[in-house]
């Protein structure tokens, strides 16, 4: 998606990474980014706690001098939960700072999609939906009106 490209772009030049740095991207996924930012001369490791995450990593970017490792701590787990809570975006920077993070800035970026099933694959609309429906239980009755309407703007409930 162009948006997500643009996006990505936009946060890697915002870390202001300069040659000889080190970066650590968490929840690294593939691996891409992290190859991005070694493009930029940095040392730059990617953690996730995915077992086939690091291993797609690994072989996609054999080569590049990047560094994939698996991190499966309590700590990773704690800070990925957050994302079931829907003011993560108000309450981000404080948890980073509180994890001894510093010079730390927030953009937000719209990020467009084209129906449910696109939305679902970046954001797991359903299955948080579903998770979220055991203290909203009209989050159902929005994610079915959001497959209904296909690519049509929702408002959130």
């Given at each position: 998606?162009a948006?997500?490209?643009a996006?990505?772009?936009r946060a890697?030049?915002?870390?202001g990474?300069?040659?000889?740095?080190?970066?650590?991207e968490?929840?690294?996924?593939?691996?891409?980014?992290?190859?991005?930012?070694?493009?930029?001369?940095v040392?730059?490791v990617?953690?996730d706690?995915?077992?086939?995450?690091?291993?797609?990593?690994?072989?996609?970017?054999?080569g590049?001098?990047?560094?994939?490792?698996?991190?499966?701590?309590?700590?990773?787990?704690?800070?990925?939960?957050t994302?079931?809570n829907?003011?993560?975006?108000?309450?981000?920077?404080?948890?980073?700072?509180d994890?001894?993070?510093?010079?730390?800035?927030q953009?937000?970026?719209w990020?467009?999609?084209?129906?449910?099933?696109?939305?679902?694959?970046?954001?797991?609309?359903?299955?948080?939906?579903?998770?979220?429906?055991?203290e909203?239980?009209?989050?159902?009755?929005?994610?079915?009106?959001?497959?209904?309407?296909g690519?049509r703007?929702m408002?959130?409930?």
């Amino acid at each position: 998606m162009a948006a997500g490209r643009a996006s990505k772009a936009r946060a890697l030049d915002l870390l202001g990474l300069e040659p000889g740095a080190s970066a650590l991207e968490v929840a690294s996924g593939l691996g891409d980014d992290v190859v991005r930012m070694k493009a930029r001369g940095v040392r730059a490791v990617g953690v996730d706690r995915s077992r086939t995450l690091i291993a797609e990593a690994q072989s996609r970017h054999t080569g590049s001098g990047c560094e994939f490792n698996l991190i499966d701590t309590g700590h990773q787990h704690d800070w990925l939960r957050t994302f079931q809570n829907p003011w993560i975006g108000l309450e981000l920077s404080g948890l980073l700072a509180d994890a001894g993070l510093v010079d730390i800035r927030q953009d937000a970026v719209w990020l467009p999609t084209h129906g449910f099933a696109e939305s679902d694959l970046l954001f797991e609309i359903d299955a948080n939906s579903r998770h979220l429906s055991a203290e909203l239980p009209q989050a159902l009755s929005w994610l079915e009106a959001y497959r209904r309407a296909g690519a049509r703007p929702m408002r959130a409930f």
